[in-house]
């Protein structure tokens, strides 16, 4: 089967893979759509230390079940179920799984990292992801294009969980990527009063206030961020500020728009060593709440496919470009030359 893999010397090339193999203990998903996402794109860009090459990418999909061995009946899985995978597996035993936290495992492994990636055209799923139950069934009002975007739409959730939003809330989002864009209807769904982007790219910033109806773009280019929020929350600063963007300089700007006992996410991670610039005393003396945040779980997966059975979250409408394996390389390069918001790879067709 052909697949997207990093090769021995990490290079990104579409090869010929083989098929995985029908087990007792393992699943195997006909893949009918993977999404790439922002870490694919810095893996294309720039290369990725965590991958154990060679290996076949990816992570975000959707698919069907087309082999379910003796474990996976056990769990209740069964072939023809239409499912999505969370891609990050927790080893249920560690103190950060027992509290349900398995995104922070001290033995994380990962779907596209350790394990045989979804930029194919199967799939398989070892022991320990059905034992920990990440594949998740799919209601049939989902497609599978849009369901291959719940992952990252639950990365999203996740670190909302910690920002605590109410009715009410002025909420300031850096970027207007995907993520930024459903950073903004969560809030929205969460009765923000006002949610706000900061995006510099002309090109993206309409973008974000065409698909999130409502959504304050403010251009950092041609506008004075500080002020801007300023005079949109009566000079009292942001509630939640989240930072969906690798970009270090917006860590110290999030502490000066956040208002007093602000919340602040830092979603995005920063390249190299990662240093961003917080100063202490404001938030010392603002009481600023400062969150981290990595991946996500299953239980926030079955959240957002709860709001978008529901029809209150369309993943959909992100989708600006669909391709198959072969073409796959033509992606990221539209990816990175023409912001396209969000490319599904067919890897049946």
């Not at 709001?307 to 990175?336: H, Q, S, W």
Request: aromatic share 6%.
């Amino acid at each position: 089967m052909k697949a997207l893999i990093m090769d021995e010397e990490r290079h990104l090339i579409v090869k010929d893979m083989p098929k995985p193999q029908e087990k007792d203990e393992n699943i195997i998903i006909k893949v009918e759509a993977a999404s790439i996402c922002g870490t694919d794109m810095r893996t294309f860009l720039k290369g990725n230390a965590k991958i154990d090459p060679p290996r076949i990418l990816g992570h975000e999909c959707a698919g069907t079940i087309i082999h379910a061995g003796s474990l996976a009946k056990e769990h209740g899985y069964h072939e023809g179920e239409r499912v999505t995978v969370a891609p990050a597996i927790g080893c249920g035993q560690c103190p950060a799984c027992k509290k349900g936290h398995t995104n922070m495992c001290d033995h994380l492994t990962t779907i596209g990292f350790q394990y045989e990636g979804v930029f194919a055209p199967y799939v398989e799923i070892p022991k320990q992801a059905i034992i920990m139950e990440n594949v998740i069934k799919l209601p049939d009002n989902i497609s599978y294009d849009n369901a291959s975007l719940i992952e990252p739409a639950a990365c999203a959730l996740n670190g909302q969980s910690y920002m605590h939003i109410e009715p009410g809330d002025h909420v300031v989002i850096y970027g207007s990527g995907i993520i930024g864009c459903i950073h903004a209807e969560l809030a929205f769904l969460k009765g923000a009063a006002k949610v706000m982007i900061v995006e510099p790219v002309e090109k993206r910033g309409k973008i974000a206030i065409e698909k999130v109806p409502g959504v304050i773009w403010i251009n950092p280019f041609t506008q004075n961020t500080v002020e801007e929020v300023m005079k949109e929350t009566d000079n009292y600063g942001a509630d939640v500020v989240i930072t969906a963007t690798s970009v270090p300089s917006v860590h110290t700007e999030a502490q000066i728009i956040a208002a007093k006992m602000g919340r602040i996410s830092l979603f995005g991670g920063l390249p190299g060593e990662g240093k961003g610039h917080l100063d202490s005393n404001l938030i010392h003396y603002k009481e600023l709440q400062v969150c981290g945040v990595h991946a996500t779980t299953v239980h926030f997966m079955k959240e957002i496919i709860n709001l978008m059975e529901e029809g209150r979250l369309n993943l959909g409408k992100y989708v600006e470009m669909t391709t198959n394996i072969d073409n796959i390389m033509d992606a990221f390069a539209a990816i990175r030359d023409k912001n396209i918001m969000k490319v599904v790879v067919h890897p049946q067709e």
